[in-house]
Antibody, heavy 117, light 107 residues
């Protein structure tokens, strides 16, 4: 079974940092571009970042550029998102997702990040 | 950035009836358009990609159509498990973008 499991979310103060992880199983992780997508409460999903199969290419939404870093470890079948200088507006459920040329299948179950003092 | 606009925001339909959801792009996305279903507390689930291709395991009552800037998701004979929020997403150019969603509720 293809599965993505996120972890690392939680409550953090403004200006703080978190590192999210996404453990992949059931498919050849190294063959797929991977994305992070977030969804604020009651809102639609918003694309955050992507990385190519070997991690040599990464792209970010303007709202997180310079603060977030995506990476992957293909030996561990794991995707990461390092989030620094967190703001209240970064509060959301963060999903990792396997990309097929741009559409996502599947998505992980998500991990909640709450930025609040 | 391509803006995706979905209509209506909420659609009330009785079980057994059909439903038509619309999605409009602010500029052409050709057929690089996906539809997702999201139930409370769950991640989105891929239904349609390439504007009209059903994902694996998606029932035939779900169909997608359109190209360019106008797209439609049609659900025939609604089942209880179909009442959820539906999102469209364009993946024609970065940043990939989603609509704000259509909530399909039981009438």
């Amino acid at each position: 079974e293809v599965q993505l499991v996120e972890s690392g979310g939680g409550l953090v103060q403004p200006g703080g940092s978190l590192r999210l992880s996404c453990a992949a199983s059931g498919f050849t992780f190294a063959n797929h571009w991977m994305h992070w997508v977030r969804q604020a409460p009651g809102r639609g999903p918003v694309w955050v970042s992507l990385t190519n199969t070997d991690g040599s290419i990464s792209t970010y939404a303007e709202s997180v550029k310079g603060r977030f870093t995506i990476s992957r470890d293909n030996a561990k079948n794991t995707l990461y998102l390092q989030m620094n200088s967190l703001r209240a507006e970064d509060t959301a459920v963060y999903y990792c997702a396997r990309s097929f040329g741009g559409y996502y299948d599947p998505w992980g179950q998500g991990t909640l990040v709450t930025v609040s003092s | 950035e391509i803006v995706m606009t979905q209509s209506p925001a909420t659609l009330s339909v009785s079980p057994g009836e059909g439903a038509t959801l619309s999605c409009r792009a602010s500029q052409t996305v050709t057929t690089n358009l996906a539809w997702y279903q999201q139930k409370p507390g769950q991640a989105p689930r891929l239904l349609i990609f390439g504007a009209s291709t059903r994902a694996t395991g998606v029932p035939a009552r779900f169909s997608g159509s359109g190209s360019g800037t106008e797209f439609t998701l049609t659900i025939s004979s609604l089942q209880s498990e179909d009442f959820a929020v539906y999102y469209c997403q364009q993946y024609n150019e970065w940043p990939f973008s989603f609509g704000q969603g259509t909530t399909l509720e039981i009438k």
